[in-house]
């Protein structure tokens, strides 16, 4: 295996986020930062995508964007 | 692995002869294995995590390539359990590989770190339960000398890992992942 790249961690777990699922973008929640494991030392995170059930797969950070905020406690 | 050699130093560190020696250093022993386990699961899922990306990578487009990459990583059994010859043989299969056979190929050694790994998970599972009840660990104790003959058979088997997984992303993709 190789390990290069440096770049400064922008997701951590539980945080909700976006993820490319095809050609949509669907809502979903960051599991691990699974470090720079991907191509080119790349970012990869293990997210939660929850539909009838939930599916836990991985995504290099170019497929996670920021998800909708949550509102402030009142 | 830093880990490791902590471990390895405090079981020299508790010497001497008396009474409670052979209960702490059995608890080392225990300690040890357990570590020497979840290393080798750590290795292995960032293998196969490493392997996916790079696969995934080359398929285009970009929408087709989250789907294989989904389907590549989702339910491993890598992420839930021990790195067992059954787990890591059907994650590593995903990638088109007939995994164990390449395995062996690659080194002679393998079948033998193979059974080691088994006895490995075997108490692994008997200390993380505390149960010895199962026959391959009842009435039996640990020694370090066994635990670090485990460390090597996952040390040369994660060597082999490494080369013939990448083997198999380059034939697949056409050039050296790593």
């Known amino acids: 295996m190789a390990r290069n790249g440096s770049q400064r961690r922008v997701f ?23 470090g720079l494991l991907g191509v080119g030392g790349r970012r990869i ?29 009142a | ?4 050699h902590e471990l390895r130093a ?5 010497g001497g002869t008396g009474p409670g020696r052979r209960t702490a250093t059995q608890q080392l022993n225990h300690a040890y294995a ?18 996916a990306d ?25 992420d839930r359990g021990n790195p067992t010859a059954g787990t890591i ?3 590593f ?22 059974a080691k790994l088994d006895a490995l998970g075997h108490w692994r599972n008997a200390i993380a339960h505390q149960d010895f009840t199962a026959s391959v660990v009842t009435g039996r104790s640990l020694n370090r000398d066994t635990v670090e003959s485990w460390f090597g058979a996952c040390h040369g088997l994660a060597q082999s890992f490494d080369i013939v997984v990448g083997d198999q992303i380059r034939r697949l993709i056409g050039r050296q992942p790593w």
Not at chain 2, 93 to 114: A, C, I, K, L, T
């Open chain 1, 12 to 34: 951590r777990p539980g945080d909700a986020v976006l993820v490319r699922f095809g050609v949509d973008r669907v809502p979903a929640t960051v599991l691990e930062d699974r």
């Open chain 1, 45 to 73: 995170y293990r997210v939660r995508v929850t539909f009838e059930e939930p599916l836990d797969f991985e995504a290099p950070e170019e497929d996670v964007a920021p998800g909708p905020r949550r509102p402030a406690a």
């Open chain 2, 1 to 4: 692995m830093r880990a490791l």
């Open chain 2, 10 to 14: 405090a079981h020299v560190a508790v």
């Open chain 2, 34 to 51: 357990v570590l020497v386990m979840g290393q080798f699961q750590g290795f292995c899922r960032d293998l196969h995590s490493e392997a």
């Open chain 2, 54 to 78: 790079a696969l995934s990578r080359a398929v285009q487009p970009s929408e087709l390539a989250s789907v294989f990459r989904v389907s590549l990583t989702t339910a491993r059994a890598l």
């Open chain 2, 89 to 91: 043989g059907s994650d």
């Open chain 2, 93 to 114: 299969g995903r990638f088109g590989v007939q995994f164990w056979p390449e395995v062996y190929e690659h080194d002679s050694r393998n079948g033998g770190r193979r």
